[in-house]
C-alpha cells in the first residue's frame, strides 16, 4: 500500500474554531485556514506554561498556523498571533460561538470555501464591533448554505417561476425552494411570508416581525441539514433569558 505523502503548510492566516485537552500536555485545535478550509491538528505541549503555543490558540483572534502531516489529524509546528480584530464581548460572543459550531457540524474537513472563509472572517469583525447581531448572522447562514451548494432561493415561486408575492405565504421546501403548494403527507416545511424572503435576499431586518421570521426559517432550514445535530450555543441563550426571566420576576 502506497505511504500517504506529508503535507507541510506554513503561515497560513487562521481562526481557532474549538480546541479540547489531548493526553497531559497538549490540544487537539480545530482551526478554520484561509485555503484550506477546516484543518484538525495536534499541538503538542500547547498546555505547558512555557510554551509558544500557550495563551495563542484562543478563538475569535487572527492567527498564522503551521503544521503538517499526512493524515486528517494533522501536527500543530507554529502558531502566532497576527492582533488587530478586538475580541467579541456578551450577546456578540455567544454570536461568534453560534458561527463556530457551524463550521464545525456542517463545513467537511480540507475544503477550502475561500468566500465562507472571507465571510466569517467579516461576521467576527462585525460582531467585535458590535454591529447588529441579526443581519450578520442571516448573513453567515446564506453564505454557509450556498457554500455547502444550499443556496436558498429567495426571489422566485419555485413551482411557477413567478417572482415573490410580499403578502403571500408560502411552503419552503428544503431541496427546491418556496412555493404555495402544500408538502406532501407526512412532510413538514416551514411556511413563511414572501415579505420575509424577499428581505432575507435583500438585507433588510428593519422589521421586528419580519426579523424573527427569518430567524425562525433559517433555523429551521439550516436544523434540517444538521440532521438531528444539536448547536448547543442556542441552548445556553435560552438558559441566560430564562434566567433573566426568573431575576425579574
Same mark, same amino acid.
Given at each position: 500500500?502506497?505511504r500517504?505523502?506529508?503535507?507541510?503548510?506554513?503561515?497560513?492566516?487562521?481562526f481557532?474554531?474549538?480546541?479540547?485537552?489531548?493526553?497531559?500536555?497538549?490540544?487537539?485545535?480545530?482551526?478554520?485556514?484561509? !485555503?484550506?478550509?477546516?484543518?484538525?491538528?495536534?499541538? @503538542?505541549g500547547?498546555?505547558?506554561?512555557?510554551? +509558544? *503555543?500557550?495563551?495563542? #490558540? =484562543?478563538?475569535?483572534?487572527?492567527?498564522?498556523?503551521?503544521?503538517?502531516?499526512?493524515?486528517?489529524?494533522?501536527?500543530?509546528?507554529?502558531?502566532?498571533?497576527?492582533?488587530?480584530?478586538p475580541?467579541?464581548?456578551?450577546s456578540?460572543?455567544?454570536?461568534?460561538?453560534?458561527?463556530?459550531?457551524?463550521?464545525?457540524?456542517?463545513l467537511?474537513?480540507?475544503?477550502?470555501?475561500?468566500?465562507?472563509?472571507?465571510?466569517?472572517?467579516?461576521?467576527?469583525?462585525e460582531?467585535?464591533? !458590535?454591529?447588529?447581531?441579526?443581519?450578520?448572522?442571516? @448573513?453567515?447562514?446564506?453564505?454557509?448554505?450556498? +457554500? *455547502?451548494?444550499y443556496? #436558498? =432561493?429567495?426571489?422566485?415561486?419555485?413551482?411557477?417561476?413567478?417572482a415573490?408575492?410580499p403578502?403571500?405565504?408560502?411552503?419552503?421546501?428544503?431541496?427546491?425552494?418556496?412555493?404555495?403548494?402544500?408538502?406532501?403527507?407526512?412532510?413538514?416545511w416551514?411556511?413563511?411570508?414572501?415579505?420575509?424572503?424577499?428581505?432575507?435576499?435583500?438585507g433588510?431586518y428593519?422589521?421586528?416581525?419580519?426579523?424573527?421570521?427569518?430567524k425562525?426559517?433559517?433555523?429551521e432550514?439550516?436544523?434540517?441539514?444538521?440532521?438531528?445535530?444539536t448547536?448547543?450555543? @442556542?441552548?445556553?441563550?435560552?438558559?441566560?433569558?430564562a *434566567?433573566?426571566?426568573?431575576?425579574?420576576?
Amino acid at each position: 500500500m502506497a505511504r500517504r505523502e506529508v503535507e507541510r503548510r506554513d503561515d497560513r492566516p487562521a481562526f481557532v474554531l474549538h480546541a479540547w485537552p489531548y493526553k497531559e500536555t497538549s490540544l487537539i485545535v480545530e482551526a478554520f485556514a484561509e !485555503g484550506e478550509g477546516r484543518v484538525a491538528m495536534v499541538a @503538542r505541549g500547547a498546555k505547558r506554561p512555557r510554551s +509558544e *503555543l500557550h495563551g495563542v #490558540l =484562543q478563538a475569535f483572534q487572527p492567527v498564522t498556523l503551521s503544521w503538517s502531516g499526512a493524515g486528517e489529524l494533522k501536527t500543530l509546528v507554529r502558531a502566532e498571533w497576527r492582533g488587530g480584530m478586538p475580541l467579541p464581548s456578551g450577546s456578540a460572543l455567544l454570536c461568534g460561538f453560534y458561527l463556530n459550531e457551524l463550521l464545525l457540524k456542517l463545513l467537511p474537513r480540507e475544503d477550502p470555501h475561500p468566500r465562507l472563509y472571507a465571510a466569517y472572517r467579516d461576521a467576527l469583525g462585525e460582531l467585535a464591533a !458590535g454591529a447588529a447581531q441579526a443581519p450578520v448572522l442571516r @448573513r453567515f447562514e446564506l453564505a454557509l448554505m450556498a +457554500e *455547502l451548494g444550499y443556496a #436558498l =432561493q429567495l426571489a422566485a415561486d419555485a413551482d411557477t417561476g413567478e417572482a415573490i408575492d410580499p403578502d403571500t405565504r408560502y411552503h419552503y421546501a428544503f431541496d427546491r425552494g418556496a412555493q404555495r403548494r402544500a408538502p406532501p403527507p407526512g412532510v413538514r416545511w416551514p411556511l413563511v411570508r414572501g415579505a420575509t424572503l424577499i428581505a432575507l435576499g435583500a438585507g433588510r431586518y428593519d422589521d421586528a416581525a419580519t426579523a424573527a421570521e427569518a430567524k425562525r426559517l433559517m433555523r429551521e432550514i439550516i436544523d434540517h441539514h444538521l440532521e438531528a445535530r444539536t448547536i448547543m450555543s @442556542r441552548k445556553v441563550v435560552r438558559d441566560l433569558m430564562a *434566567l433573566d426571566d426568573e431575576k425579574t420576576e
